[in-house]
């Protein structure tokens, strides 16, 4: 029997283990200085930040046909890269269509792909921000992307979508800007619960705890590794179910040949081979510092912590009613960090509202993650009552 | 409005929230040293191993009185204080009852609490074990305990029970001494699945990632308590339920003032003010090192990842095969960590093998910790056909 090792078998995360489709690629990816000062909600300001963006398809002579994805935590402006079955389906009136539409995507900001976060320099002190950097919530970040789609002449946006705090930026462009946007599709989000709250908190826990991290004041190429692996490691949990982990690890040793009731190599017992689940988070824990950055991480959690669009008003009505776009809420089945029953309860809210708000479930075991690893049947979902 | 801190509020686990009932006294709480060295699974053998225990109720002159409670994780011997309710109720036919049992409470092997561990000292050497602390087994701490009965001269028990690694040592005791037990208690437990093994691992790196874990050659006083604290948060999600924490929690801010909408201490927006769940979070962490040591965790882990009593033999049934005493199990309806549906395959499988098995669930939103929280509700399902 062969030595498998998990970085053979598992795939990125996105489209896992199925044969990619040719990712579309952008016909311009660059950045867009802001000409003010963005005064964020925690009162701070960041100084003519950055957006980084990419662009799929050219906007019509009407500027009608444009429209905006928005990319969760770890994610980029390269939306063709990371969720390319939503360009896929070969039928008539898709959802997206880069031979349609026009299609924008705006990094983060605090994210580590080229939007202003804690590694850029701060044009007030000359210095990298680090751990100055301010709490940007979602309400920032697409009041950002505005003038991002002013400076491009786009006015309306035929679609916002996004899952998970793509999502959340989805639905706030519907909230804060309602004449802007004809529809949001809104996948695996709602204000952050108890559990979830936990679940970042002690991720953040497992970069603040290692030395390295300094306070956030570390060096690029000497991140805190260990903590941002292990911050990784926990999130997987959380993106991923039981019934998932049962299926492929169930209670197997390691595929590359160790064995859990074995011995340390040294010959004492506190750690000894690993099963194979341990050996699959390893590996996802080892590649995540290759391609994120810990202070980034520790932003954006907050960005996605903070979040609850009903904040601050005496009831949620009075929020929803707002929107004047149509909006679908999609839930996942098995999804431990946003459960669908949230999302569900996020519909009827703004049902209530007198919301065009529709809602779907995608039945998966695939956990939060499905909106990434299980594409072909997202898509599927989207287009089923189209 | 006042600013209580999560100490003032929450209770140490078991029990919590509650009124304790006066914990019963041990009528004799020591040591007994094994007259031979204990050979383990693992292929080692502990030299003379040293077993804490405490004794609840004096033995009858048939020896027919005999009860064995077994702990949990980060458990001790002294099952009156962490069990109160379990000698509990006035009813006439109680399950447990000092005044007709002689109950027995043995410390885990590895464990810091009086047992041998691996901060005891190998005789063979003359220094501490460490992190040469051998893996000890189920199956290694039932064969020691009936060492300890057997000096007792404890031949047979009329019930075994426990919770968690618990219940894993009350089932065992069935398969490995079939003549000894006429009826055991086996609560929120099964062999570990992929989830449970993921959410062991991930608090297994959170220590062995703190330098001050050092291999696990630490002084005493000097332990990683940073990385058992992170282990510990994480384990207590692990123990509770989203349901739990929604009701308790929900998305408030922190107890005692925290806005997590602030910007940090230093004016940076990294980590800022915390929501409520992250203060209790907190403050279950950094109690823990004061009671508990982190390589007895590491070791107790190991424990628990590895128990499968159906492993290396060709069928369950064969294994099931063997027990002769009546076995109840109970599951708990909001267990992540051992879910109840593991917990009812493993009583069906019993029953396919002729076991006299019954399986309970006990419904509750507390999640695995159920069995030490909702310490009546569990005494009332145990009693509620007897």
Redesign the interface.
């Known amino acids: 029997m062969s030595r498998m090792a998990h970085a053979e078998k598992k795939g990125s995360g996105a489209a896992e283990g199925k044969a990619r489709r040719e990712a579309p690629e952008p016909i311009y990816e660059g950045d867009f200085v802001l000409d003010e000062p963005l005064l964020l909600?925690?009162?701070?300001t960041l100084a003519n930040p950055t957006l980084h963006y990419a662009v799929y398809g050219r906007l019509d002579a009407a500027r009608s046909n444009a429209v905006l994805v928005c990319h969760a935590l770890s994610g980029s402006a390269l939306v063709g890269s990371w969720w390319p079955e939503l360009f896929a389906p070969e039928i008539e009136e898709r959802l997206v269509d880069t031979r349609r539409d026009c299609i924008v995507c705006v990094n983060l900001l605090g994210s580590c792909y080229g939007s202003t976060g804690?590694a850029s320099v701060n044009p007030e002190t000359g210095h990298v921000?680090?751990?100055?950097?301010?709490?940007?919530s979602i309400r920032d970040n697409v009041r950002a992307q505005a003038r991002l789609l002013d400076s491009l002449g786009i006015e309306r946006l035929r679609l916002t979508i996004g899952g998970s705090v793509g999502g959340m930026q989805a639905l706030q462009w519907a909230i804060e800007f309602p004449q802007r946007v004809e529809r949001s599709v809104v996948i695996g989000v709602a204000?952050?619960?108890?559990?979830g709250?936990?679940?970042n908190?002690?991720q953040?826990?497992?970069i603040?705890?290692?030395?390295e991290w300094n306070g956030?004041k570390y060096l690029t190429h000497r991140q805190p590794r260990?903590?941002l692996s292990?911050a990784r490691?926990?999130a997987t949990?959380s993106y991923k179910?039981?019934e998932l982990?049962?299926e492929?690890?169930?209670?197997n040793p390691n595929r590359n040949g160790e064995d859990?009731?074995?011995?340390?190599a040294?010959?004492?017992?506190?750690?000894?081979g690993?099963?194979?689940?341990?050996g699959y988070?390893?590996h996802q824990?080892a590649r995540f510092p290759e391609r994120f950055d810990a202070?980034s991480y520790?932003?954006i959690l907050?960005t996605m912590?903070?979040w609850?669009p009903t904040r601050e008003f005496c009831n949620a009505e009075e929020v929803y009613r707002r929107i004047k776009g149509a909006i679908l809420l999609i839930g996942i089945s098995s999804d431990?960090l946003f459960?669908a029953r949230d999302v569900q309860q996020l519909a009827e809210a703004m049902q209530k509202a007198g919301v065009r708000a529709e809602y779907r479930e995608m039945i998966t075991a695939h956990g939060h993650d499905a909106f990434l690893a299980e594409q072909t049947e997202l898509v599927r979902l989207l287009h089923s009552t189209e």
Do not use: K
């Open positions: 909600d925690c009162g701070r804690p921000y680090g751990p100055e950097f301010p709490l940007v204000p952050l619960g108890a559990m709250l936990a679940m908190h002690v953040r826990m497992a603040v705890n290692d030395p956030g260990r903590g292990l490691q926990i949990l179910s039981p982990f049962e492929r690890f169930g209670r859990p009731w074995s011995l340390d040294d010959g004492g017992g506190l750690q000894g690993r099963f194979d689940v341990s988070l390893d824990g202070n520790l932003a907050r912590d903070t609850d431990g459960p």
